[in-house]
């Protein structure tokens, strides 16, 4: 069965700190990654998408992602993160799997 | 436009009794999913709906939880004889196809059973 894996659980941050959120894929299958983002009472919100093509994908917000084939790992960056990055992060793969998500915790 | 919606948005129900949730997905999406999310465990896959073919059940947790699209439209999701443990946000997402969309999700109904 397909499966991802989110391996930080829990991740503070100060405002101005660097991300790099985890996220890994079983191998075998079609390779469509996803990162959704559930900002405190709200609705889970596409960060960004890789199907194919070049495995640097950028999204919204400042966020962006590198697709991996050899490590099988697709980890979410942001350069600088704000206070309202606060948030839950949830790694998907193809529609039905999804991580455990990433608590992301930024202290101004 | 109208994103999905689900109702109620809270429900508070006694062990043993049966609950109906139900989603209204965003107009002429084909595809329908149910997920529970359930504190520090992500979000689980229950069922998802793909136009008129036969859902895909596998995630439903026990013979207690069932679900129905009518006319290719709303989902209603039945969970009977509820436990403790089926506590949890229930969400419901869909997108215009299966597997190669983003999926928009509604906000949730939370479900609490005493």
């Known amino acids: 069965a397909q499966s991802v894996s989110q391996h930080n659980h829990h991740v503070i941050l100060s405002e101005a700190a660097s991300l790099e959120l985890g996220c890994n894929y079983s191998?075998?299958?079609?390779?469509?990654l996803f990162w959704y983002v559930q900002y405190p009472g709200q609705h889970l919100q596409l960060l960004l998408k890789?199907?194919?093509?070049?495995?640097l994908v950028k999204g919204i917000k400042g966020f962006e992602a590198e697709f991996i084939k050899s490590k099988f790992s697709f980890n979410l960056r942001k350069p600088s993160v704000q206070w309202s990055d606060t948030a839950e992060y949830f790694c998907?793969?193809?529609?039905?799997?999804f991580g455990s998500g990433t608590r992301l915790q930024v202290q101004p | 436009g109208a994103g999905v919606s689900q109702s109620p948005s809270n429900k508070v129900t006694e062990k043993g009794k049966d609950v109906e949730l139900r989603c209204d997905p965003i107009?002429?999406?084909?595809?329908l999913y149910w997920y529970r999310q359930s504190l520090g465990q992500g979000l689980e896959f229950l069922i998802y709906?793909?136009?008129?073919?036969?859902?895909?059940k596998s995630g439903l947790p026990s013979d207690r939880f069932s679900a129905e699209r009518t006319g290719g439209s709303v989902s209603t999701l039945t969970i009977q004889r509820t436990q403790q443990e089926d506590s949890a946000v229930y969400l419901c997402?869909?997108?215009?196809?299966?597997?190669?969309?983003?999926?928009?999700f509604g906000p949730g109904t939370r479900l609490t059973v005493t």
């Open positions: 997402a869909s997108s215009p196809t299966y597997g190669w969309d983003e999926q928009y």
């Open positions: 191998y075998g299958g079609t390779v469509n």
């Open positions: 890789y199907f194919s093509g070049d495995p």
């Open positions: 998907q793969r193809r529609a039905l799997t």
């Open positions: 107009s002429g999406h084909t595809a």
């Open positions: 709906f793909q136009g008129n073919s036969a859902p895909d």
